[in-house]
């Protein structure tokens, strides 16, 4: 059975940094393709970051690109998520998801959240001074 547990959120002052982990059990991460997500408060959920090993991919959404980078450890099955100069619309409930089938090009190069079939249960994360 997949599972999939986020921890590392909290709150952060704005330029502060955060780490998130992603554990994730019931499957291998060689082949799988690993999003975080997030969703604000009135807002849909949207795509962070993406990555996949087999590939050698990582996928950021433009806003977080050059603060956020994800990485992971297969001997741990845990995906991380750092995340630096965090700003208040960085505010959101974030989300680990898994696509454990063997990769597709659309899948590690846009990151679709139709893609992801397994989820964690979220992990608050909230900037503010």
């Known amino acids: 059975q997949v599972q999939l547990v986020e921890s590392g959120g909290g709150l952060v002052q704005p330029g502060g940094s955060l780490r998130l982990s992603c554990a994730a059990s019931?499957?291998?991460?060689?082949?799988?393709?690993i999003g975080w997500f997030r969703q604000a408060p009135g807002k849909e959920r949207e795509g962070v970051s993406c990555?996949?090993?087999?590939?050698?991919?990582?996928y950021y959404a433009n806003s977080v690109k050059g603060r956020f980078t994800i990485s992971r450890d297969n001997a741990k099955n845990t995906v991380y998520l750092q995340m630096d100069s965090l700003k208040p619309e960085d505010t959101a409930v974030y989300y680990c998801?898994?696509?454990?089938?063997?990769?597709?090009?659309?899948?590690?190069?846009?990151?679709?959240?139709?893609?992801?079939?397994?989820w964690g249960q979220g992990t608050q994360v909230t900037v503010s001074a």
């Open positions: 019931g499957f291998t991460l060689d082949y799988a393709t």
């Open positions: 998801a898994a696509d454990p089938r063997p990769p597709t090009i659309v899948v590690v190069t846009t990151c679709p959240i139709s893609e992801f079939g397994s």
């Open positions: 990555i996949n090993s087999s590939y050698g991919s990582t």
